[in-house]
């Protein structure tokens, strides 16, 4: 099986910053797309960002410009800069990530747990 381990989530004053980490670990062939999706308690689940597995990345147009994503494929890891944060940020933070367990091709969706990002003052 494939465990997505997030970490990096907390309090954050608006303006400011906070990164977001997250490393795939487990058993599997083969990761494609990884990313992170948020949820807070009045608004759907939305894509975040995602690193694609043909080097290209995908923002959702709320945080374009402002958040970053990053992918180390030798360690399975992929981190979200974020920057110029405001209350409308705040949300639980899910690592999302494709990956072969039966077989390199054939990939199916995983989610962390989620963390906590509150952007307060």
């Known amino acids: 099986q494939v465990q997505l381990v997030e970490s990096g989530g907390g309090l954050v004053q608006p303006g400011g910053s906070l990164r977001l980490s997250c490393v795939a670990t487990?058993?599997?062939?083969?990761?494609?797309?990884m990313g992170w999706y948020r949820q807070s308690l009045d608004k759907p689940r939305e894509l975040v960002a995602i690193?694609?597995?043909?080097?290209?990345?995908d923002y959702g147009d709320s945080v374009k410009g402002r958040f970053t994503i990053s992918r180390d494929s030798t360690k399975n890891t992929i981190t979200l800069q974020k920057s110029a944060l405001k209350p409308d940020d705040t949300a639980v933070y899910f690592c999302?990530?494709?990956?072969?367990?039966?077989?390199?091709?054939?990939?199916?969706?995983?989610y962390g747990q989620g963390t906590q990002v509150t952007v307060a003052s």
């Open positions: 999302y990530a494709e990956a072969g367990v039966m077989s390199p091709i054939a990939k199916r969706p995983f």
């Open positions: 487990g058993s599997f062939y083969s990761l494609g797309d």
């Open positions: 690193s694609r597995g043909g080097n290209s990345d």
